[in-house]
């Protein structure tokens, strides 16, 4: 794997140097957020510690994506080379991709990459493999700016004038946008943002059609939560008025749709006296069937993609590269469906077929026991003591970890369990990191934000 590359930045607000490391290849297998970052123009984006001026640097990189068989390289004109060191830096580019890459993922695509000026025409052309077009891209764009102008509005006056003006652009898509900007500015902490954006969302979702529909989806959707039974899910799937609604509700009530959910709506079928309302709720039968069964369908589909990544990591001859590029993918229901294909060849005895799935298996445990952060292991330990004194073990034995920054993901813990109502879980946290702060050596108060050279990125709410 290529080395990480450090660059000294100048900032060109305040003209403070420092030091930042150079992203050089994206891979989206390897790095489910590289595809995000890129759009989001945060590649090789250099933020100044002192002013917090961000600037984008202006240096080669290749995005891989393997699945669409992408291979992109930005080469800017500013890196400033002559035409056979521009040659060699994009060969040098995807040679360093191609190491990562098990033999059977080397394909041809990525021996000569598509290479692009700007980093805005590398950009179009990810977007343009995922179906997106210009004309879909400048839709999203006005529909930000139509937020902007909303947010800038002072009075409910104007901003009603705007609605009303607007009204067609203001459709789902629209209302997507105003919660990733809600979500954006809550994580951040912009209090101030997300009061305005709470305001023209409650206008929007009582002033339009799109509003007072998704208003009474989510209306539908917590009535079921409050009564989650197939009576309630029955009477919310008759007054839902649109479709999208009813899906939403079968998807979500899913464990409730079964034989009796049926009896019951056929049961009222019958007993329907209105022909037209009869007529109604027969429809409403097939549409809820034709729901289950795309619900279904889907599930099919992941354990086939399972079953397909199975396939791979049996034939590849480096499994094990393989597996730690599919990572995002090894999850519990590839766990499940290898678990499955296991007991199947050991009833048919097939000795042959378990030990190589056998193998596989213990590949696949190791590789996702070391992604686990250290302090995430100790915790789960702590949480599954049975008693007082096997929590004190456990805690003595891993002494070296009760740091500041332990002590603080345990208090995150308490508090999280505390919201959830998992009281049993909180209390026996709370007794964890008592015990631990009596062995932690009392030391002068540092205020500085808890550090995890795990990776461990903790979630405040
Ligand atoms: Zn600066």
Redesign the pocket.
């Known amino acids: 794997m290529a080395q990480r590359l450090m660059a000294r930045v100048t ?1 060109p ?4 140097t420092f030091g930042m490391p150079l992203e050089q290849i994206l891979d989206v297998e390897m790095d489910p957020s590289a595809k995000p970052r890129l759009l989001a123009g945060q590649v090789n984006q250099a933020v ?1 510690p ?4 961000a600037s984008i640097l202006e240096v080669p990189f290749i995005y891989h994506d393997p699945h669409k068989e992408l291979a992109l390289v930005y080469m800017p004109m500013a890196a400033g080379r002559t035409d056979m060191e521009r040659q060699q830096a994009i060969g040098a580019l995807s040679r360093a991709v191609m190491s990562t890459l098990p033999q059977e993922q080397r394909k041809s695509y990525l021996i000569n990459p598509q290479v692009f000026l700007s980093y805005e025409s590398l950009v179009n052309r990810v977007l343009e493999a995922d179906g997106i077009t210009p004309e879909m891209i400048q839709a999203q764009r006005d529909r930000a700016d139509l937020l902007k102008r909303l947010l800038a509005a002072s009075t409910t006056e104007e901003r009603m004038a705007i609605i009303q003006e607007n009204e067609a652009m203001l459709d789902e898509s629209f209302f997507r946008i105003l919660s990733l900007n809600l979500e954006q500015a809550d994580a951040m902490g912009l209090t101030d943002a997300f009061q305005r954006l709470m305001e023209v969302r409650a206008l929007l979702l009582e002033q339009t059609t799109v509003g007072r529909k998704l208003a009474a989806r989510s209306r539908a959707l917590q009535a079921l939560q409050a009564e989650p039974t197939r009576e309630k899910l029955l009477d919310l799937l008759v007054e839902a008025g649109d479709p999208a609604t009813r899906a939403v509700l079968v998807t979500f009530g899913q464990p409730l749709v079964d034989y009796l959910f049926f009896q019951k709506l056929t049961r009222r079928i019958e007993s329907e006296t209105d022909e037209e309302k009869r007529k109604l709720l027969e429809a409403l039968r097939e549409e809820v069937m034709g729901i289950r069964e795309q619900i279904r369908a889907q599930a099919r589909e992941e354990v086939q993609a399972k079953l397909h990544l199975l396939r791979d990591l049996l034939a590849s001859e480096q499994p094990e590269l393989l597996a730690h590029r599919r990572l995002v993918e090894l999850d519990d229901l590839f766990l499940k469906v290898l678990a499955s294909e296991m007991e199947e060849a050991q009833q048919a005895g097939d000795q042959e077929t378990l030990s190589r799935l056998q193998k596989v298996w213990r590949l696949v445990i190791r590789i996702l026991q070391e992604q686990v952060p250290p302090e995430l292991l100790l915790l789960t330990q702590l949480m599954e003591a049975p008693d007082e004194e096997t929590m004190r073990q456990v805690l003595e034995a891993n002494s070296q970890m009760l740091n500041d920054s332990f002590l603080a993901l345990l208090e995150q813990v308490v508090q999280d369990m505390q919201a959830r109502g998992e009281e049993e879980v909180a209390q026996k946290a709370t007794r964890a990191l008592e015990i631990a702060r009596t062995m932690t050596p009392a030391r002068p108060e540092k205020k500085r934000p808890p550090q995890r050279p795990s990776g461990l990125v903790m979630v405040r709410g």
């Open positions: 900032c607000n305040c003209r403070q100044c002192s002013c917090g001026f």
